[in-house]
Every structure is written in C-alpha cells, then in structure tokens.
C-alpha cells in the first residue's frame, strides 16, 4: 500500500462477521481497517468508532461516549485549547477521500462529518479537539432537548390571570 493509498481488499474473514448487531458489517469501508491502516491515536479511534455507529446502535449514549473519549485526549494532552494549536496527538493523516468514504459508507450527518475531520485529518491539536467537543456536545443536547409542540406566538404568551 503506497502513502495516501487505503487498501480496500483487506473486507474479507474477519470483517464478515460482527459479534452484537450489524452496526459495523453492512458498512463497504470498515471503521476499524481505517484506522489500523493510518495509525489513529487510541483515544481518536474510539471517539470516532462511537459517532459512526451512534446513529445504528445506540443514539445519544454513543455520543456521549465518543464525548468522553475526546474529553479524554483533551486532558491527555494537558493543555487548554485556547493557549495552543500546536500540541498534538500522534500524527495520523487520514486522507480526505477516505475520511468521505468511512463517511458514506455510514451514512453520516453534516455534523459527525465534521467530527471526522477533525479527529482525523493530519493530527488531532486541543483546538480541534475542543471543536470537536463543542460539536459532539450540541449532538447530544438535540438528542435529549425535549420536543416542543406548539411553537407559534400564542403558546409563548402568559395565561390570563383573574386575580385582579
């Protein structure tokens, strides 16, 4: 396999079968060669095994997973985000072709996207890992948020009071 070359052939044995669901196994690319194949960072794997399979397998607690693995890099790193963009986990450039592939071949939104990009593009710095947070963090909350009804003015307005 040359560099910047991901070696789709390696979808046979091991990849046919999937103990505990299928959330994996009906994907063409497979999380896990990717980033065997690139080298990605422990805890960036994880975190990005939880978003690819949180909308087949369990929703918001998937989320909230990945969140606590990308929590975890951030305090890995040891320093705040806002102080420094160049402290880095190990590089691991996943190219933008495979990183949309892994993203097609899941069925990914806008936003676990962008996840992705972050968490696997050259080499995750606590920016991008704070971005990433920040977006992950906004995925749960529209999970949980509690669905509103009624949303015109007229449900907005106080009741009448008849303690006058």
């Not at 996207?113 to 593009?121: A, E, K, M, P, T």
């Amino acid at each position: 396999m040359s560099e910047g070359e991901w070696n789709m052939s390696k979808s046979t044995g091991v990849n046919s079968t999937q103990v505990g669901g299928d959330h994996y196994k009906t994907a063409e690319t497979q999380h896990w060669d990717v980033m065997a194949d690139y080298h990605v960072h422990y805890l960036c794997a994880n975190a990005t095994k939880y978003i690819v399979r949180a909308r087949r397998k369990n929703g918001a607690q998937d989320y909230e997973k990945a969140l606590h693995y990308i929590e975890k890099a951030i305090d890995w790193l040891g320093v705040p985000a806002e102080t420094s963009s160049s402290w880095r986990l190990m590089p691991h450039d996943v190219p933008v072709k495979v990183v949309y592939e892994l993203a097609q071949a899941y069925q990914l939104s806008e936003d676990e996207i962008d996840v992705l990009f972050l968490l696997l593009s050259d080499s995750a710095t606590a920016r991008e890992l704070s971005k990433a947070r920040d977006i992950v963090t906004r995925m749960i909350y529209k999970l949980s948020a509690p669905v509103v009804e009624d949303c015109s003015l007229h449900a907005l307005q106080p009741p009448d009071r008849d303690d006058a």
